[in-house]
Nanobody
Framework: QVQLEESGGGLVQAGGSLKLTCSASESVSSLSTMGWYRQAPGKQRELVAAVTGHTAKNYADSVKGRVTISRTTNWRAIFLQMNSLKPEDTAVYYC?????????WGQGTQVTVSS
């Protein structure tokens, strides 16, 4: 099973930027989908952004125009560049991998945006 490890979370002021990294334990299929989800206290986990291959990307409406998802050409990592952060972006961010019946989650990284 693919293991995922997130990094790059932290505390940032509103309007600031962060870049999250998710590293996979092995190269994954180019047909896989990797993405970022987040869960704020008392709320359900929600999709932030996902990428299939290199070009098929989708974003939650709440982050469109502020975040960019990308993946390395060796299929070992994905990134989430987040700009113009808002306090409502505060959550634990999780990396996800999916390919047919296989699915993996990372442990999560905390992002806190202060007002």
């Amino acid at each position: 099973q693919v293991q995922l490890e997130e990094s790059g979370g932290g505390l940032v002021q509103a309007g600031g930027s962060l870049k999250l990294t998710c590293s996979a334990s092995e190269s994954v299929s180019s047909l896989s989908t990797m993405g970022w989800y987040r869960q704020a206290p008392g709320k359900q986990r929600e999709l932030v952004a996902a990428v299939t291959g290199h070009t098929a990307k989708n974003y939650a409406d709440s982050v469109k125009g502020r975040v960019t998802i990308s993946r390395t050409t060796n299929w070992r990592a994905i990134f989430l560049q987040m700009n113009s952060l808002k306090p409502e972006d505060t959550a634990v961010y999780y990396c996800n991998y999916r390919r047919l019946e296989d699915e993996s989650w990372g442990q999560g990284t905390q992002v806190t945006v202060s007002s």
